[in-house]
């Protein structure tokens, strides 16, 4: 139990290192590449920051502990929406100016739908898996289409702001982006080893671990960068970063682990983590819309997301501690 929880601590903490310097490494290398700012927004950076969620649950899966990889992506979904943009929601309102964002709104909705159409029978199959992965290079396109098309939008200009000039050279970045994959991968399984140890040394599903614990762990990422780009008033940055990892985790991170491994699901996380996590993209599209003003999560909205938080993570702690 000790070996397990220090392998789960130190694998967590390489983790968030590794896939900052990978994200940092990929989005240097774009720019130096010339890849528009907009497109950098909504693939680099949604891609980077699911990199833990995509090499923890593939990992998952192919050593048969479906169960880390599901509740993984569904969690990390919860914790992105109610912990991660009601926090920076209640430190500062968040306004949504980027049009492109607004037409990912209800798309994310759409994906929600079909994993819960897909879930319904009780299992994530290989066919399951694959039409993820359609689904998924489908949206990709439409991304590169849109980065490569709408010069000007807002979350473009945002992270050109952010990436500023160049501070390192092409193969400074190549190298860190490798770094940062290796360690990636290295942190990923060990957090996974820990994570079923400690699972089964508390007597609980690996799911439950899944959803708390490795979920929490996976999302740092995507928390620290949307408190940074929220205090800089980048508030289009905070909430692509957030829209890019669910669409990512959903679909990608999902589907490569059905397609590895076909996942057989509880009716728990049909009826309770699922549901959770389309209600909350609900009440992310009414916000990120407005009814009588352009699209604002305020302090109110973001204290309503961070109670749905505190009590369904209460609820699944109550649950592993029983």
Known sequence: MFTASVALAVGLVLLIWSAD???????VTAR????????????????????PEMVVSALSASQGNPG?????????????????????????????????????LPLLLAVTVMAGWQLADGEISRIDGWSMLAV???????????????????????????????KMSLGQALIWLLVGLVV???????????????????GVSDLLIGLTIVAIGTSLPELAAAIAATRKGEHDLALGNVMGSNLFNTLAVVGI??????????????????????????????????WHAPGRINRWEGAFLLLAYVGYTGYLVQHLLS
């Open 21 to 27: 310097r990978f994200v940092e490494g990929a989005a």
């Open 32 to 51: 130096h590449l010339g890849m528009p700012s907009l497109l950098i927004g909504m693939v680099i950076v949604g891609f980077g920051t699911s990199a």
């Open 68 to 104: 880390i990889a599901l509740g993984n992506a569904y969690g990390s979904n919860i914790t992105n929406i109610a912990l991660i943009l009601g926090l920076t929601a209640v430190i500062r309102p968040i306004v949504v100016h980027s049009q492109v964002l607004k037409k990912e």
């Open 136 to 166: 998924f290079a489908i949206l990709m396109g439409w991304a590169i289409r849109q980065g490569l098309q709408s010069s000007g939008d807002s979350l473009g200009v945002e992270v050109e702001h952010e990436g500023g000039e160049l």
């Open 184 to 202: 990636l991968v290295v942190s990923s399984r060990m957090l996974v080893w820990g994570a079923v140890e400690v699972a089964r040394s508390l």
């Open 257 to 290: 682990a059905g397609t590895i491994h076909p996942m057989s699901v509880g009716p728990e996380v049909f009826s309770r983590d699922l549901m959770v996590m389309a209600g909350l993209t609900i009440a992310l599209c009414v916000f990120g819309y407005g």
